[in-house]
């Protein structure tokens, strides 16, 4: 194992992740808000586009995120008429989340305003390069959700 740089905060690779990252997210933030979305509804939409009818907990197990996280979002989304909660025919203690017209009509907009984002993310940046991109950050990504700063 190599040994963690000893640069100030502002200097280390997490920083500069941190940086990219914030970056990246107020981009994303731009380019949905001129479709009346908010940052993390895309994945939301995304997700029911290619499957549409799961519940609360298989999104938030899909999307990584908590479920109370879900609920807020799906609040927000259901009153801005984009998708439904609807009881689940077969089980009426479970709850279904549906798009609507209106929801399944911003695929469109969504996915040209993220090819617009990743175009711009990805400039200057080969193929090859965009490759070892995408590998080095699954690997970041599974370092970080691996345990607990705690328990190292």
Do not use: F
Not at 106 to 130: F, Q, S
């Amino acid at each position: 194992m190599r040994s963690v740089s000893k640069n100030p905060i502002g200097e280390t690779t997490g920083y500069l992740l941190a940086r990219a990252c914030k970056a990246h997210r107020g981009r994303v933030g731009a380019a949905l808000g001129e479709i009346g979305l908010h940052v993390g509804q895309e994945m939301v939409l995304s997700r029911l586009w290619r499957q549409d009818g799961l519940t609360p907990s298989e999104l938030a197990g899909a999307l990584g995120v908590e479920p109370p996280t879900v609920t807020n979002m799906l609040s927000r989304m259901q009153k801005a008429g984009l998708l439904e909660r609807c009881r689940d025919p077969e089980d009426a203690r479970c709850t279904r989340v549906v798009l609507t017209q209106k929801g399944r009509e911003l695929r469109g907009p969504v996915e040209r305003r993220w090819a617009t984002v990743e175009e711009r993310t990805l400039a200057g940046i080969t193929a090859e390069e965009e490759a070892l991109l995408r590998r080095l950050l699954a690997r970041v990504q599974s370092n970080l959700t691996r345990g607990s700063v705690a328990e190292e």
